[in-house]
T-cell receptor
Framework: TQLLEQSPQFLSIQEGENLTVYCNSS?????LQWYRQEPGEGPVLLVT?????EVKKLKRLTFQFGDARKDSSLHITAAQPGDTGLYLC????????????FGPGTRLSVLP | GAVVSQHPSWVICKSGTSVKIECRSL??????MFWYRQFPKQSLMLMAT?????????EQGVEKDKFLINHASLTLSTLTVTSAHPEDSSFYIC?????????FGEGSRLTVL
């Protein structure tokens, strides 16, 4: 059974600080997705990374896929209260990425 | 990105009644959809995989007769919570799979009185 771990599970920081969230597994994934979920809403896809070592940027968010495609990180620069939410990573495996495994999530709170 | 719509977003019902939740992929065809349950401050718990034109695949511990899933078309899957009880109160979320990514619905909050 594949498992995805995320760390930290909870993070509370002040506005303007930087932070990094990690997503780790012992399994190789064909792709990995990051989602953000706000209370009472469904998760929203932020990014998909596919190639080992790939780095993608989305404004103040930087996503990296590990060289071995087993782990990923999400770095937020100058966090804002609007970044508050539950961040989920999900790994897709199988030849056609048909199976998705979710991490337990990192709950981020950015205080003004 | 692709759009997945869930309806209703909030439903309150009496114990013993059945509730149907719809999940639609609005701009792409989804042969596979997923249903999740989410408890407060927790991650998503996969309940079942819904396959168009065939029976759903349920995760261990999920009652098939309790949570009926129908995937009658490439853009619609429904989850029916039968004879709902207060312990079924939860946030239910669906997702639809494109070739490489999952897109989620807005979620449906079920409260059973």
């Amino acid at each position: 059974t594949q498992l995805l771990e995320q760390s930290p599970q909870f993070l509370s920081i002040q506005e303007g600080e930087n932070l990094t969230v990690y997503c780790n597994s012992s399994s190789v994934f064909s792709s990995l997705q990051w989602y953000r979920q706000e209370p009472g809403e469904g998760p929203v896809l932020l990014v998909t990374v596919v190639t080992g070592g790939e780095v993608k940027k989305l404004k103040r968010l930087t996503f990296q896929f590990g060289d071995a495609r087993k782990d990923s990180s999400l770095h937020i620069t100058a966090a804002q209260p609007g970044d508050t939410g539950l961040y989920l990573c999900a790994g897709a495996d199988g030849n056609y990425g048909q199976n998705f495994v979710f991490g337990p999530g990192t709950r981020l709170s950015v205080l003004p | 990105g692709a759009v997945v719509s869930q309806h209703p977003s909030w439903v309150i019902c009496k114990s013993g009644t059945s509730v149907k939740i719809e999940c639609r992929s609005l701009d792409f065809q989804a042969t596979t959809m997923f249903w999740y349950r989410q408890f407060p401050k927790q991650s998503l718990m996969l309940m079942a995989t819904s396959n168009e034109g065939s029976k759903a695949t349920y995760e261990q511990g999920v009652e098939k007769d309790k949570f009926l899933i129908n995937h009658a078309s490439l853009t619609l899957s429904t989850l029916t919570v039968t004879s709902a009880h207060p312990e079924d109160s939860s946030f239910y979320i669906c997702s639809a799979r494109s070739p490489r990514e999952l897109f989620f619905g807005e979620g449906s909050r079920l409260t059973v009185l």
